[in-house]
C-alpha cells in the first residue's frame, strides 16, 4: 500500500529515496519492536504532504479586486499589496511571497480579510495561532527520538492545506512568549524570511521543506510587542480602526444581510434604520472594530425572530431608534458631553485604547502641604514621568504662567478617573500641564476642547501616534477644539473629510502657544 502511494506522490527524488528507505526499515522490523509504530507514524506524515502539489492561482486582477471589494469595506493598502504581487507574479517567475503582517485593534477583521484574500486567489488556507506558545516544538516539531512525536504546526498545516502554495495565516504573532522550553519567535525566523524558507527544516520531517510558494499573513494588535527580530522579516500594514460612519456602512452591506440570511429573514420582513444602526453604535458599542456590533444586531434580529413565532406574524418590523430599548435595554455607554461644561483643573486628553481613541479626563487639585506629588488612577511608568515634566516645567515657568507661589507649598494630586483602566503613553504630558496651570490659576477650562502631545522640560511638544483614533474618540463625545503637535499634521489626513470638516485643529510646536490660547 505504501509503495503505490509512493509512486503517486508528487516530489523530488531526495524525499522519495528517504520514504523508500524507511519503507524497507518497517518492512524488516519485527511487529514487537516499539520502533515499528514510530516509523510508521513517519511514513504516514511524509505520504501525506503536499511536496509539490499546487493550486492554480486566479489571475484576473479585476476579479480578485471584485472578490476582495465584496468581502471587505476599505482596507485599501492591503488590497493594493495583493493585487501588486499578482501583477508582479504575472509578469516575472522570480517574484517570492511576500510576508505580510497586519496589525490593527481586535474585530477590524484582519483575520476574515486574510481568509478573502486566499479566497480572491482561489487559494487553499492553512490557520495556525500563535498566541501562548512558549514551546520551539510547537513550531519546528519534535526529534524522532521518543514515542508521540510530531511535526511543528508549520507543517501541519501544510498537510491540511493540501497544496505547496495556500495561504498560511499566523494569528497573535504578538502574544508568544518565551521560556525555559525555548523561544518561539526565533524558530518562526526560518518560516518568515522570504530567503531561508525554501529550505525549511522541521526536526520531525529532517527533510527540506519548500514554503516559497507560500503567502504567509500573520496578525497582530501590538507593533511594539512583536519580537524585534521577527519584526524585521515582516511587511507592515496598519488596519485603523473604523469611524462610526465606516461601521455604519459596514453594517448595512455586510452584517445585516449576512446576519439575517444566518437566522433565515429576509429584507421583506425586517428593516433597521440608518439612525438606529447610528444610535448602536454610539450608545451599545465602544470598539474600533466591528465585533460588538454584529453582537448587537444579532440579538435584535433573534429577538424578532421569537416574536413572530410566538405570535405567528408575518408583517413587516422596522427597527427605529426610538424602540432601540425594547430589544437592547438601557443604553450601555450614555454619551458624554452633551453640554458644554467649564471646570477648573479638568482637561480632556486624548487616549489610544484596545477600543480606539478615547477621551482620557484630567484632574487635579492642591492643599497646603510640603510639595509633594500623589498621582492615582492605573498610571503606568511613562504618563506618571510626564506628570513629574509637566509640574517641573511649571514651577520653572510659574510667573510666565501667571500660577501663584502656592505651587512650591501644596501637595498635588493628579487623578485620572476609571481607575479599573490601565493608562499608559507618552501623550499625556500637555493635558497634565493644561490641568496644573488651570487648578492654580483658578481658571476653568471648557470640557468641548481636548489635547495630546508630549511636552519637554523646555516646552516643546513631541508628536504621538494613534492620531486618527484619538481624533475620531474626541469626535465622538462631543468635543469641538483639537490642540495636536505640529509634526502630527500629516496624520490627518488619515482622518475623514467630513470629520475634520466638524472640528477645530490647532497646531502646536511650544505648550506657549496652548497657553495663550485658553488662558490669555
Given at each position: 500500500?505504501?509503495?503505490?502511494r ?53 489571475t ?85 527520538t ?66 516559497s ?45 449576512k ?75 450614555p454619551s ?45 511608568d ?37 481607575g ?8 499625556a ?28 522640560l ?6 504621538i ?31 475623514s473629510?467630513?470629520i ?21
Amino acid at each position: 500500500k505504501y509503495e503505490k502511494r509512493l509512486k503517486k506522490l508528487k516530489a523530488n527524488k531526495k524525499i522519495k529515496d528517504r520514504i523508500k528507505e524507511e519503507i524497507k526499515k518497517y518492512e524488516t522490523s519485527t511487529s514487537i519492536s516499539p520502533e515499528v509504530g514510530m516509523i510508521k507514524d513517519y511514513i504516514e506524515w511524509m505520504l501525506s504532504l503536499p511536496f509539490e502539489i499546487e493550486t492554480k492561482d486566479i489571475t484576473d486582477l479585476n476579479e480578485i479586486k471584485k472578490t476582495l471589494d465584496d468581502n471587505h469595506y476599505g482596507m485599501s493598502d492591503v488590497k493594493e499589496r495583493i493585487l501588486e504581487y499578482i501583477a508582479v507574479k504575472q509578469n516575472s517567475k522570480k517574484e517570492k511571497s511576500p510576508i505580510l503582517c497586519l496589525i490593527g485593534p481586535p474585530g477590524v477583521g484582519k483575520t476574515s480579510l486574510a481568509y478573502s484574500v486566499a479566497k480572491s486567489l482561489n487559494r487553499n488556507v492553512a490557520t495556525i495561532s500563535v498566541g501562548g506558545i512558549n514551546d520551539e516544538a510547537e513550531i519546528v516539531g519534535h526529534r524522532r527520538t521518543y514515542v508521540g512525536a510530531l511535526p511543528g504546526r508549520i507543517i501541519q498545516g501544510m498537510k491540511k492545506a493540501h497544496s505547496s502554495n495556500p495561504v498560511f495565516i499566523i494569528d497573535e504573532i504578538d502574544k508568544m512568549t518565551k521560556s525555559v522550553k525555548g523561544d518561539p519567535a526565533s524558530s518562526l525566523l526560518e518560516v518568515l524570511d522570504k530567503e531561508q524558507n525554501m529550505y525549511f527544516s522541521d526536526h520531525y520531517i529532517e527533510e527540506d521543506f519548500d514554503l516559497s510558494k507560500v503567502l504567509f499573513i500573520a496578525t497582530a494588535n501590538y507593533e511594539e510587542q512583536i519580537p524585534l527580530e521577527l519584526k524585521d522579516r515582516l511587511e507592515i500594514i496598519h488596519i485603523p480602526s473604523y469611524t462610526e460612519y465606516e461601521k455604519k456602512d459596514i453594517a448595512i452591506n455586510y452584517l445585516i444581510p449576512k446576519l439575517m440570511d444566518e437566522v433565515g429573514l429576509t429584507s421583506f420582513e425586517v428593516t433597521i434604520d440608518k439612525e438606529a444602526i447610528l444610535e448602536i453604535i454610539r450608545c451599545y458599542t465602544k470598539e474600533a472594530g466591528v465585533r460588538e456590533l454584529s453582537r448587537m444586531i444579532s440579538k435584535i434580529l433573534r429577538k424578532i425572530v421569537k416574536k413572530r413565532l410566538i405570535e405567528n406574524s408575518s408583517d413587516l418590523v422596522t427597527v427605529t431608534k426610538e424602540i432601540l430599548e425594547d430589544y437592547l435595554g438601557k443604553e450601555i455607554y450614555p454619551s458624554y458631553y452633551q453640554k458644554e461644561n467649564l471646570q477648573v483643573g479638568v482637561v480632556n486628553g486624548l487616549a489610544y485604547t484596545p477600543f480606539g481613541g478615547d477621551i482620557l479626563k484630567i484632574e487635579t487639585t492642591y492643599y497646603k502641604g510640603k510639595g509633594n506629588l500623589i498621582l492615582t488612577g492605573s498610571l503606568g511608568d511613562v504618563i506618571k514621568e510626564s506628570a513629574s515634566i509637566a509640574l517641573s516645567y511649571i514651577k520653572a515657568n510659574c510667573h510666565k504662567f501667571n500660577v501663584s507661589d502656592l505651587i512650591f507649598a501644596s501637595d498635588i494630586h493628579i487623578h485620572l478617573p476609571e481607575g479599573a483602566v490601565n493608562k499608559e503613553g507618552p501623550s499625556a504630558g500637555v493635558a497634565l500641564t493644561t490641568s496644573i496651570i488651570s487648578a492654580f490659576s483658578n481658571k476653568k477650562v471648557s470640557s468641548k476642547l481636548a489635547m495630546t502631545g508630549e511636552i519637554t522640560l523646555q516646552g516643546n511638544v513631541l508628536p504621538i501616534g494613534g492620531v486618527r483614533e484619538k481624533v475620531l474618540g474626541a469626535y465622538r463625545t462631543g468635543v469641538k477644539k483639537i490642540y495636536l503637535p505640529l509634526e502630527n499634521k500629516k496624520d490627518l489626513e488619515e482622518v475623514s473629510k467630513e470629520i475634520r470638516d466638524k472640528l477645530e485643529f490647532i497646531l502646536v510646536s511650544n505648550y506657549d502657544e496652548i497657553f495663550e490660547s485658553i488662558f490669555c
